[in-house]
Every structure is written in structure tokens, then in C-alpha cells.
């Protein structure tokens, strides 16, 4: 007796690739669509949550006891930040201090004037400024840098740094 093989078909063969390319890339569209919705949406709420240290008011300086004063300003943008994240730089060395909005202040950094909920810090609102006293315990400062905090569903992510400038010394007087 005979065997006779049989094979499949050209046309079935092109219809099963087909439908297996097409099932990969939904899979694959499906897996990677979301972590590009939330890039961008990080990307968005960042560029929205700009914040500026004014050094035209003299409260951004620092003394010989490594007290800095950071006077942080907010534009008209509608985004809040939940949080700013301040970075005191000099002699080799930087230090970093979150504040967060209506969280209790950590002992290094307090807000001029106090606010009216006790020792939690505001984030400044819209068109506002806040000034924060910062403990940094550096004989030397040099540098400070201020970078938003946005909140994005339930995760929290520190944006890069929106302003920077050199400390100088406080007058006294």
C-alpha cells in the first residue's frame, strides 16, 4: 500500500502567517500602548508643573549656620504639583528635601510665614510663592535646584530639574 502525504496549501500557509502577525502585534500593541500613555502623560503634567526660584525678592539665600531661604514661585498653569523636591548643592556634596502639600514638615524645612494648618507645608498655587527655611546642615552652599513632584494615577514621579540658580549670602540688617 501507498502512503500518500499530504501538505498544506500555499493559500492556507499565507493565511495562518497572516493571522499570526496580526495576533503578535495586538498582543505586543496591547502590552506596550499603556506605558506609552503614562510617558506621555508624566511628560505632560511635568511640563505643566514648572516652578521658578525667584531671587528678586532676597529671600533665596543662605547663611554660615547652612540655613537655606528658598523663595519658590508658580506660574498660571493649571496642573498642581503634588510636591516640590529641593536640592541644596556646595562643597562637593548635595542634599536633597521633599516638601509635600498638606503633609507634615520633616524638621529640616519649614515655610515663612507658618501656614494656618500648623507645621504642614503648602506647595505654592497658582500665580503664588512660598518661602521655605531649610535646614541643610552644610557649612558650604553654593547651589539650589527645584524640580516638581506630579502624581500621575497612583504613582508619584519627580520631574527634572525646572530652575537652578546660585545661592548668595543673606544680608543681614
Do not use: H
Request: with cysteine.
Amino acid at each position: 500500500m501507498k502512503m500518500q502525504k499530504k501538505a498544506v496549501s500555499a493559500l492556507v500557509a499565507t493565511v495562518l502567517l497572516i493571522l499570526i502577525t496580526v495576533a503578535a502585534v495586538g498582543i505586543i500593541w496591547g502590552a506596550i500602548m499603556p506605558m506609552i500613555n503614562q510617558a506621555t502623560q508624566y511628560g505632560q503634567s511635568c511640563m505643566n508643573a514648572r516652578l521658578q526660584i525667584s531671587t528678586d525678592s532676597g529671600y533665596t539665600c543662605y547663611n554660615a549656620t547652612g540655613v537655606v531661604l528658598a523663595n519658590i514661585e508658580r506660574g498660571a498653569e493649571d496642573f498642581i504639583p503634588t510636591g516640590i523636591q529641593l536640592v541644596v548643592s556646595g562643597g562637593g556634596q548635595s542634599k536633597v528635601f521633599k516638601v509635600s502639600d498638606k503633609l507634615a514638615a520633616p524638621s529640616s524645612v519649614s515655610q515663612l510665614p507658618a501656614n494656618y494648618s500648623g507645621n504642614s507645608l503648602d506647595v505654592p498655587g497658582t500665580n503664588e510663592a512660598r518661602t521655605y527655611v531649610i535646614n541643610s546642615g552644610m557649612t558650604v552652599t553654593s547651589e539650589l535646584a527645584v524640580a516638581p513632584i506630579v502624581k500621575v494615577g497612583n504613582t508619584e514621579k519627580v520631574c527634572d530639574v525646572s530652575s537652578r540658580v546660585t545661592l548668595t549670602a543673606c544680608r543681614t540688617g
